[in-house]
Every structure is written in structure tokens, then in C-alpha cells.
């Protein structure tokens, strides 16, 4: 998954290896395709430049090919993604260790730049995408406009797909159910409180802290309440300073875990029958953290990459990142046209609050605040 | 007295088929050894733009990356003294089973599988036993013992007893050759002369065995200072010791751009292990004058 942080020698040792052997791959012919209106497929930033959609289906269809990269199957629904893209417009999508993290997605792209095998679209978290805009290519999707403002760049330069607000997902066998972040000080709950991951590496853990410290009277601007929180949390011997998985929450050695509401909603899916796995998002503290999609400005299939975009953005697309449990990017918009399937929608874990989405700004600032503390914190 | 080393190396002319027989190994050690090591010297001296810089240096004197190094140390030293010395009572003991009986060869192949044991599935094979909801913490449970906790997963305590359970077995092996090496006649002699046990071992035994003990040590304190796997697999939160804080600087999704720090980081393992291996070549030196070999 994207947020793993450990990841083992051999896996390290796999992907040198594949990219090696990438690299003996034949450079990228040349498919870019002219449109009817004159532009080419790696400079249009719209579907529009290239005559409209019928013409940009004709220019990728002509490429016959996509390559993505880092999107696992079993997240956010992408396996049923790629296969429904790949039986409505016939091209074949190449998906390359779909494992790797986002700084992974970058790495691949430099190291195959200028290959037939060089990664067309990325699908990145937010830090990641903000550090490395150099690489793409702007492009706005047909309904570029449903995506609000916050959420995208105004360029088309990166724009969010899909994401969710962090939760805290529990055993309902094992604990009672916590209302508020505070809940989790309370006795029932020693020993049994996981993070995904260590704040200063994973995205998913940072959003927890954000969360506890919202839900600790903190705000996005000052994140230190939540710091102090698992600080106590750590105190009150409640704190497990175990890296969950679906393993350890199967086995019952993580029986509460912060992440993704999307996550934990599709761990509960995954265990039902053997586990009563549930999913809250506490009242007052919604936290979003979205993924964000952007063209690389390299890609070797510039006309499917940006048909791709278009497919991810449709509501056909934006449904199935529903149906994988997390929220789409033009959620607002599809619920006002009544275009969303309602059945997914529903299931989505209830948010009460305004979902709070920190600036690059305020990124930065509890990034250094986590850096100089977390580790005293709960060390 | 054994002749001194230089008088004893040869200094006859070596033909070019030796020379030629060893750059199988030179290429080795090049690609694997001596361009990451410089790589990592290279990069600590530069910022993100290849310019450079020496704020990386600077950097490792933030208080979290101090702290891992003092962590790494001393857990480093607690092992490799736990493993050491009771590595060495087995040796001991060992030596004293028949020559190439059952015991001594079932203990010699166990311990050379279980020095090898690390990374993961050791990380793995600790949780399922004594984590949580290992099945010797369920099977104490019901004799009324309570090991639950989270203690497993604190360097203080889960990683001392992990890492030295893959020490005392390395200790067995680079021991065992040098306790083999007391001759019974030495002791012997000794008994004649009138010595009791005591004096044996504080004038005989001890000084012959003291170098490869402190070497064998440094050796077990170099072997617990690199180890990654076993801790990353093992310790997710706030990466306490120093590999930890290198594997951050490189996978972080949250914090970019630190990748140089973390080889400014490696340095500074580099010169602490070069201090040892310094300290190890001077015993290492010492040990081959004085057992004469």
C-alpha cells in the first residue's frame, strides 16, 4: 500500500531490478498524434485543443496504450478502474509495481524519462505532488469545474481525485465504541491503539495527529495538542506502537487503528463475518486528505494519458472510486446533479463538522512542529 | 615470544596471476562498498541542489538525531556485552563436549542458523510468540502470568532481548575457535605447579582469552549497529535508533527533501564503525602475537 513505510530489502532489490531492466526497454516511438485542430496530444490542456472527446479517443486509441504506476488493485477500488477503462475504450493499461509509494512514482519517472515504459499519468499524495510540479503537464478535464477550488490547481497543474477524512477504525468485539479521539484514554482501551505509520513518514499517521489535535481544541495551525495527546495516550499505556496492516488487524493485534475512513471501511468489507470492524469519523475533527492525479509532462502516450484523466473525472469513474469506499473529488457536485450512486454514498462513514484541509503553509509548520517532538513524545 | 608480524609477511615478488585471481573481489568491493561509501560521503556535503553545503552536518545535532545516535550505541553496547557474555559461558561450555560428538555439532549448526535469523520473520517470530496475542502470552495468561503490554515494541526492552537473541549465537561461533584453543595441558601445568582454578584463569585463561573476547565484542556491537530490518519490522513509531532515522529521511511522504541529512547520518555511522574496526584490527593484531598463531 502507499503509506507502508517499511519495505523490505528484497522488494527494494525487486524494484531496481525491474526498473534495470526498463531501462534496457526500446526508446518511446513517436506517438504523438496531431489533432484536426492542429495541436498535439502533449500540449493540449484540454480535450477541447484536440477537436473534442471523439478526437481525443481516436488519438489514444492510435497509442493503444497507458502506463500507470503505484495504483494496487484492492485501493480505492483502482483494479475495477483499470479494467473498466480498458473495456470502454480498448486500450491496454500497463500497471508498474503497483505497490510503490509516491516518491516511487517520481523516482520511475526519471529514471525511464524518454522510454516506452515511462509512467503516463501519477496518482500521488498530497506532499509529493506539491514538491514535484516541474514534472507535469497541465490539463483540465471536462468537469474540471466541479472540483472545488482547495482541491485542485488552477492551472489543471495536479488536481485532487479522491480521498477521505481520517477515522478511527475498532474492533466492535473487543471495545467499546469511542465517540471522541478523548475516548481512547480510557482504560478498556490499553494496549490496543495504533497508528498507521510514524507522523514523519506517513501521510495517513500525519492526519491522525492533525485529528487528535483538532478534536483536543487544537487547530490546523497548531497541531501541538495533538502531539500531546498521544503523548498521554503513550502515558495511559494505551498507545501500541505497532505498524497495522490488514494482518495484525485480522489477527486482532491492532483492535484500534487511525487511518482513512476509506481504508478502514474497506478492512471491515474485507473481514465480514470474522470480525465486526467499524469505521468512525469523530464529530468536530474531520480531517481530508486527498490523492492527487496529474500527466507527467513525459508521459510516451500523452493522448491516453489525458483520455485517462477524462475516465477518472466522468461520473462513471468518480462512482467506482465510491464504491471503493473513498470519497470523489466531485462528490458535492454529483450529489446536487443526482448523479452519484447513492447505495455507495450512503455507506460512507457519517462526518459531522467541516472537513479541515491544512495549506501547504500549515503543512510545513506542524511537519517541523512533529520532526523536533514526535519522537520525544512518545519515546 | 612469537616473532613480530612484520619479520614473519613475505616479501618475495608476486606474480601476475595472484594479482589477477583477486580483482574479482576489488570490483566487489568497489561497487558495493567503496562507491556507496562514497556516495554517502559525497552527498552529506551537499543540499538539494548539488551545491555545497554543510548544513547537513549541522543538522545531525538536532536533539531527535542525537538521541538515535545515543540509542543505537547504547543498545549497540548492551547487546554485544549480553551476547558477549553469555555467548562466551556457551563456548565454554560447549568446548567442553566431546570433539565433534552430537552436542557440539547440533549446537555449532543451531547457532550458525540462528545468527542469521533477523529482519522480519525474527520481528515476526517475537510478535507471535510473546506479542500481544502471542501464544505464550495466552498460555501464560491462563497459568495467571500477564506479559501483554507493548513492551515488545521499545528499544529499550524489545529490542535488546531480539537483538540478543541473534547475538549470543554470533558470539558462539567467532568464540568457540579461541576457547578451543586453551590447551588442557596449559591447565595442567598449572595444576602442578601448585594453581588453584582461580589463579588459572586470572593469569592463563583470562589474558589469552581477553583479546578475542573484546574483539568478538566490538564485532557484536558493529553487527547490532547496522541492523535495519529487524527494528523497522519490529519499532514503527518515532524512529528511536539511528537506521531507523535513515530509512525516514529517504521514504518520507510527509517531510521531502531530507535525503542528504540522512547520508550526513550514515557518515556518522561510517566514522563510529571505523573507530571500532580500528579498535578491532589493534586487538586483532595483539590476539595473533600472543596465541602465537
Not at chain 2, 62 to 91: D, E, K, N, R, Y
Not at chain 2, 236 to 263: C, D, M, R, W, Y
Request: aromatic share 8%; net charge positive; with cysteine.
Amino acid at each position: 500500500m502507499k503509506t507502508r513505510m517499511a519495505r523490505s530489502g528484497v522488494a527494494a532489490l525487486a524494484a531496481v531490478t525491474l526498473i534495470s531492466i526498463a531501462a534496457c526497454s526500446p526508446p518511446a516511438k513517436s506517438t504523438d498524434t496531431s489533432s484536426a485542430g492542429g495541436v498535439k496530444a502533449s500540449t493540449a490542456t484540454s480535450a477541447t485543443d484536440l477537436g473534442g472527446m471523439a478526437a481525443l479517443v481516436d488519438a489514444a486509441k492510435k497509442e493503444g496504450t497507458l502506463n500507470v504506476i503505484a495504483l494496487p488493485p484492492d485501493w480505492a477500488n483502482y483494479g475495477e478502474i483499470i479494467k473498466g477503462f480498458q473495456a470502454k475504450y480498448g486500450l491496454k493499461v500497463n500497471s508498474a509495481q503497483p505497490d510503490a509509494s509516491s516518491a516511487d512514482e517520481i523516482a520511475a519517472a526519471k529514471n525511464l524519462k524518454g522510454q516506452s515504459k515511462a509512467p503516463d499519468v501519477f496518482d500521488l499524495g498530497a506532499a509529493v505532488a506539491n514538491a514535484n510540479t516541474a514534472m507535469f503537464t497541465p490539463y483540465k478535464v471536462a468537469t474540471f469545474n466541479d472540483i472545488p477550488a482547495q482541491l485542485k490547481d488552477a492551472t489543471g497543474l495536479g488536481v485532487s481525485d479522491y480521498g477521505g477524512y481520517m477515522s478511527i477504525g475498532y474492533d466492535a468485539g473487543k471495545v467499546p465504541a469511542p465517540k471522541t479521539v478523548a475516548d481512547l484514554l480510557k482504560p478498556a482501551y490499553k494496549g490496543k491503539v495504533a497508528l498507521n505509520g510514524d507522523p514523519t513518514k506517513a501521510g495517513s499517521a500525519f492526519s491522525g495527529v492533525v485529528m487528535a489535535a483538532l478534536n483536543q481544541g487544537g487547530t490546523a495551525d497548531d497541531i501541538s495538542k495533538g502531539v500531546d495527546f498521544f503523548a498521554s495516550l503513550k502515558k495511559a499505556g494505551n498507545f501500541l506502537p505497532v505498524d497495522p496492516t490488514g494482518a495484525t488487524i485480522e489477527s486482532g493485534q491492532t483492535p484500534v487503528v487511525f487511518d482513512w475512513d476509506y481504508l478502514n471501511v474497506a478492512q471491515g468489507k474485507k473481514l465480514t463475518g470474522k470480525m465486526n470492524w467499524k469505521t468512525v469519523v469523530p464529530a468536530g475533527a474531520v480531517v481530508g486528505g486527498y490523492y492527487v492525479q496529474a500527466i507527467s509532462k513525459d508521459a510516451p502516450h500523452p493522448a491516453a494519458a489525458r483520455l485517462w484523466e477524462e475516465y477518472l473525472y466522468s461520473d462513471e469513474g468518480q462512482n467506482l472510486f465510491l464504491k471503493g469506499g473513498a470519497r470523489p473529488v466531485r462528490e458535492a457536485a454529483m450529489v446536487t446533479a443526482g448523479t452519484i450512486d447513492k447505495a455507495a454514498h450512503d455507506a460512507l462513514p457519517k462526518a459531522v463538522g467541516t472537513p479541515v484541509f491544512l495549506t501547504k503553509a500549515q503543512n510545513d509548520k506542524a511537519n517541523g512542529y512533529l520532526t523536533a517532538n514526535w519522537a520525544k513524545a512518545i519515546g | 615470544m612469537a616473532k613480530s608480524p612484520s619479520t614473519r609477511a613475505s616479501t618475495g615478488h608476486k606474480p601476475v596471476g595472484a594479482l589477477l585471481g583477486v580483482l574479482p573481489f576489488f570490483a566487489y568491493t568497489a561497487i558495493f562498498l567503496a562507491i556507496p561509501t562514497l556516495i554517502v560521503v559525497v552527498g552529506a556535503f551537499l543540499d538539494g541542489n548539488s551545491r555545497p553545503t554543510l548544513g547537513n552536518l549541522s543538522a545531525l545535532t538536532q536533539p531527535q538525531i542525537v538521541s538515535a545516535f545515543i540509542h543505537s550505541v547504547v543498545l549497540s553496547a548492551v547487546t554485544a556485552v549480553l551476547g558477549a557474555v553469555f555467548g562466551a559461558l556457551l563456548a565454554y561450555a560447549v568446548s567442553t563436549a566431546r570433539e565433534g560428538g552430537a552436542l557440539r555439532r547440533t549446537m555449532t549448526s543451531v547457532c550458525g542458523v540462528l545468527a542469521q535469523f533477523g529482519g522480519v520473520t525474527l520481528a515476526f517470530a517475537f510478535m507471535a510468540t510473546v506479542g500481544s496475542e502471542g501464544f505464550l502470552t495466552h498460555w501464560l495468561k491462563n497459568v495467571g502470568m500477564d506479559l501483554a503490554g507493548t513492551w515488545l515494541y521499545e528499544p529499550d526492552k524489545g529490542l535488546v532481548l531480539v537483538y540478543t537473541y541473534f547475538q549470543i549465537p554470533l558470539m558462539l561461533i567467532v568464540f568457540l575457535p579461541a576457547v578451543e584453543g586453551l590447551r588442557p595441558q596449559w591447565r595442567e601445568a598449572a595444576e602442578s605447579l601448585g594453581g588453584s582454578t582461580w589463579d588459572y584463569w586470572r593469569h592463563v585463561g583470562g589474558p589469552i582469552l581477553a583479546p578475542p573476547f573484546i574483539g568478538a565484542m566490538l564485532l557484536l556491537f558493529t553487527n547490532a549497529f547496522s541492523a535495519y530490518a529487524t527494528a523497522a519490522a519490529l519499532i514503527s513509531q518515532g524512529s528511536p535508533i539511528i537506521p531507523l532515522q535513515i530509512g525516514g529521511t529517504l521514504s518520507s511522504e510527509v517531510i521531502l527533501g531530507q535525503e542528504n541529512i540522512g547520508k550526513a547520518m550514515a557518515m556518522g555511522m561510517v566514522v563510529i564503525v571505523a573507530v571500532v574496526m580500528t579498535l578491532y584490527a589493534v586487538l586483532e593484531r595483539r590476539t595473533t602475537r600472543w596465541l602465537g598463531r
